[in-house]
């Protein structure tokens, strides 16, 4: 199923995972430009960039080598309910920023505030979690993180 396809299905965990990249890149881009600022608000936006991309693109974790308890913690995350709590919190935490003044960060609390907003629907409906296809919605990894789908036995 492609991109397209995806985007007709009406299904709000796929939405939620859209949201949550767009958030992250913009967190990520927004906290750069505004880190001399609000330097606080700044390197929280970037981690919470770097932690959305870290759960919505599984593809990125076969990258790197990760460990069985790693794994365990990810796959805990696949939950709509789990989701949407990291979101609200990363969400609540960049509306406070508004308080410093920090403007454009609103930007990237609004998109996070939208995926959390998704992904609550998601659970309610008690949606099947779809990923966007583009990135890494097919994984077979093995516990330490390396892809093994074209691995040749011992």
Known sequence: ????????????SFYGQCFSLLSAVLLIVL?????????????LAIVFG????????????MLCPTGPTFDRGVEKLKNHWLRFG?????????????AKDGGVL???AATITVAAACYLI????????????LF???R???????????????
């Open 122 to 133: 998601a659970a309610i409906k008690k949606q099947a979690s779809m990923s966007i296809s």
């Open 86 to 98: 990291f979101y609200l919190v990363f969400a609540i935490v960049m509306w406070s920023s508004l």
């Open 106 to 108: 609103a930007i990237g």
């Open 1 to 12: 199923m492609g991109f397209v396809e995806q985007l007709k299905t009406g299904n709000f």
């Open 140 to 154: 077979s990894t093995s516990s330490h993180g390396f892809d093994t789908r074209n691995a040749f036995p011992i």
């Open 136 to 138: 890494g919605a097919m």
């Open 50 to 61: 770097v932690i959305c991309i870290v759960i919505e693109c599984s593809a990125i974790l």
């Open 31 to 43: 906290g750069a430009v505004t880190f001399i600022a609000h330097i606080v608000y700044s390197i």
